[in-house]
Every structure is written in structure tokens, then in C-alpha cells.
């Protein structure tokens, strides 16, 4: 069973660029698919960006394409998601999710979350 660390989040004034990066230990890290959500105060859950087993397919929501990238690092078993041209609404508490998966593909909502970390823009 994999577990996720998230990190990175803090205060930026709008327009600036943060790094998240969510650490998975406790599994093959090269079986799961990797995908970062956020939820907004008084909002739901929603997803942000997916990456593929192989890292080869990667998928964005609408709001955040052009701005943010998702990789992923097999050495450290790390996923990242570069956040850049932030805005007061990508203010959120961005969660790592894994799913254990047999394909290559990406956007499914795995079983396995971390702590989440929160990111604030400024306006």
C-alpha cells in the first residue's frame, strides 16, 4: 500500500509560481498513475492534473492548461505538479492521489491520498 507526503504549498501573490511535490513510498511507484485534485473552501474535490504509469500521457482540467505541469520522477519516486501564472482561484488545499493500475492510462480517481497541502494566491 502505497502512502503519499505533499509538500511545497505556502503564499504567493498572484501571478507567482510554486512547485508541489508528492512523495510515494510503500509501493511500486512505477504501477500507479498519479494525479493531483484540489478542493476550495466550501467547494468540492476536483481535479487538477494526471500523469500516466509510463509518465507519457499527462491530462489537465481546462482551467489550469497552459499553467501548470505534471512529471513525474522515478529515481525519487516523486510526482511534481509546476504551478506557474497562479491565480486567487487556484487557491486550495491540493491533494495527491495514486491509482494502482495495470494500463497507461490517466484521470481515474485511485484509492490512495495524502494529507493534502495548502496553496494561497494573493491578489
Known amino acids: 500500500q502505497v502512502q503519499l507526503v505533499e509538500s511545497g504549498g505556502g503564499l504567493v501573490q498572484a501571478g507567482g509560481s510554486l512547485r508541489l511535490s508528492c512523495a510515494a513510498s510503500?509501493?511500486?511507484?512505477?504501477?500507479?498513475?498519479m494525479a493531483w485534485f484540489r478542493q476550495a473552501p466550501g467547494k468540492e474535490r476536483e481535479f487538477v492534473a494526471g500523469?500516466?504509469?509510463?509518465?507519457?500521457?499527462?491530462l489537465y482540467t481546462d482551467s489550469v492548461k497552459g499553467r501548470f505541469n505534471i512529471s513525474r520522477d522515478y529515481s525519487k519516486n516523486t510526482v511534481f505538479l509546476q504551478m506557474n501564472s497562479l491565480k486567487p482561484e487556484d487557491t486550495a488545499v491540493y491533494y495527491c492521489?495514486?491509482?494502482?493500475?495495470?494500463?497507461?492510462?490517466?484521470?481515474?480517481?485511485?484509492?490512495?491520498w495524502g494529507q493534502g497541502t495548502q496553496v494561497t494566491v494573493s491578489s
Open positions: 510503500g509501493g511500486t511507484f512505477s504501477r500507479y498513475a
Open positions: 492521489n495514486a491509482d494502482l493500475t495495470n494500463s497507461d492510462l490517466v484521470g481515474k480517481i485511485g484509492d490512495y
Open positions: 500523469i500516466s504509469r509510463s509518465g507519457g500521457r499527462t
